[in-house]
């Protein structure tokens, strides 16, 4: 079977065991490890695109509101993500090197440090809502509708970082299976909350038969609280399964108690802080880019945010193989297999490569169709689609800077690639954008993005190739 459980857990013995690996077994896990992530966020993305395609029907101004705060939505959800791999990479190490009992003591720190650091998101992100839109330049017609989607996505933030760590430690386990089948839940969960709570109460004619759909009518509110509540019950799910129903990671097998142990905090800090940072400053260079933007009008932001959720289905691949990388590269570096990390990595990313140039290419063409899925105005489709054709081409190079980051995650190498990700984002990408967003409007920003990816990617081919990753 493409997809088999025992086959990829025997695969995944050999590593832990010492066993010889031929070069289609090295491919088959790694294909094995990937293919469910790869699925999960391909369904993720349609997700938002149904998400977008919903709130689109309403008009610009909603999907503007939406857009104008998505970019520091992502910014506490990748606190939130760095959190759960400072604790998740060292229970990678630990399984490949056969110490399940320390595995779960990592697991039982990562729960009360995760828990702790979502509350203090929350706290934080609700502050800051009501005057986030005007700090982003958004203007008064979507200010209020901006304000009230973050606030209600900032009340989720601990299960939003509980369903975090659960998956991450699910994934470094090597299940891959059960993270993606609580992402396909969470987006169908999401589709239907979003019907329900986005439009009012209507009748609907199918086959000739009136059906009367129930409706909430609250608009880009009824968007935030279709997809947070979605997480919630997904988050619970995915918890319960990680901590308490997994073979290896329960902390409910035998009879270990708790004992403090600061090296799991230390090791943790070590490999997270780089990557906190990096989120934060990243995700801040985001906003910096809405602030770009903005000034260019609603169309524009909307048309933005549009391009962003399509662009989504080229590169979850990367995201998907990166995923297998990180569990793959981690258990190798805890069973003291060196060797077989390199080959894994390149395996991986040359894999990466050749799939998003495919998808690059596929983008290119189907540019416009992608954009009138989730908006029926004329200006936003041409907008949009004119952008998605200038990144198309930076797409392999993409999956060069995607994997091999997560190559060096799995290795515990977080600062360096940290680095290379900061210095290009801010120093290339925004220097540029801002320069050709005066004279090219929104296509002179993502063309800065496609200089900047690209020039990304071979400063990460290079970091792979070096292998100073593997001797952290």
Same mark, same amino acid.
């Given at each position: ?46 997700? @938002? ?50 110490? @399940? ?48 989607? @973050?606030?209600? @996505? ?319």
């Amino acid at each position: 079977m493409i997809l088999s459980k025992t086959k990829s857990e025997s695969l995944l013995a050999k590593i832990r065991n010492g066993e010889a690996m031929t070069e289609g077994d090295k491919l088959n896990l790694i294909f094995q490890l990937s293919l469910p992530s790869i699925l999960a966020q391909v369904t993720n993305v349609m997700m @938002f695109f149904i998400d977008q395609a919903m709130v689109g029907r309403l008009g610009a101004q909603a999907a503007a509101s939406i857009g104008l705060v998505e970019s520091t939505t992502w910014l506490f959800g990748g606190l939130a993500s760095a959190v759960s791999m400072g604790f998740s990479v060292q229970v990678a190490h630990f399984i490949g090197a056969n110490d @399940f009992e320390k595995a779960r003591q990592v697991v039982r720190h990562g729960i009360i440090t995760a828990f702790c650091v979502s509350l203090m998101i929350m706290l934080i992100a609700a502050i800051i809502s009501r005057p986030l839109p005007y700090w982003l330049g958004g203007g008064a017609d979507i200010a209020a509708d901006a304000s009230r989607y @973050f606030l209600i @996505f900032s009340l989720a933030a601990p299960f939003f970082q509980m369903n975090n760590l659960a998956s991450s430690m699910l994934k470094c386990e090597g299940n891959m299976r059960l993270p993606s089948i609580m992402s396909v839940a969470v987006c169908a969960l999401d589709v239907v909350f979003n019907f329900f709570f986005i439009f009012p109460s209507r009748t609907i004619n199918i086959l000739g038969t009136d059906l009367f759909i129930p409706g909430a009518g609250l608009g880009v509110m009824g968007a935030a609280i279709g997809t947070a509540t979605a997480f919630v019950c997904v988050s619970l799910i995915q918890s319960w399964m990680a901590f308490f129903r997994s073979k290896i990671l329960s902390i409910r097998i035998g009879s270990e108690k708790f004992v403090f142990f600061a090296n799991y905090l230390r090791n943790a800090f070590n490999i997270g802080a780089p990557m906190a940072v990096q989120m934060f400053l990243m995700s801040s260079a985001q906003v910096i880019s809405t602030m770009i933007v903005a000034p260019l009008g609603n169309f524009a932001i909307a048309a933005n945010t549009f391009a962003i959720t399509a662009e989504s289905l080229c590169y979850m691949p990367g995201y998907g193989i990166g995923d297998a990388a990180t569990t793959l590269v981690g258990q190798s570096m805890g069973a003291g297999r060196r060797d077989l990390c390199f080959s894994f990595a390149k395996m991986a990313v040359w894999s990466g490569m050749i799939i998003m140039a495919i998808m690059g290419l596929i983008m290119f063409f189907t540019a416009y169709d992608l954009m009138a899925i989730m908006t029926p105005v004329e200006e936003i489709r041409q907008l949009g689609a004119s952008s998605l054709r200038i990144e198309a081409f930076a797409e392999p190079m993409f999956a060069a800077s995607i994997i091999v980051y997560s190559v060096c995650v799995g290795a515990g190498d977080t600062l360096h690639p940290a680095i290379i990700n900061l210095s290009c984002m801010w120093f290339v990408r925004l220097t540029l954008a801002a320069w050709l967003a005066k004279d090219y409007g929104l296509p002179g920003v993502w063309t800065a993005m496609a200089i900047e990816l690209s020039f990304r990617g071979l400063l990460f081919l290079v970091r792979l190739y070096r292998k100073k990753w593997l001797k952290i």
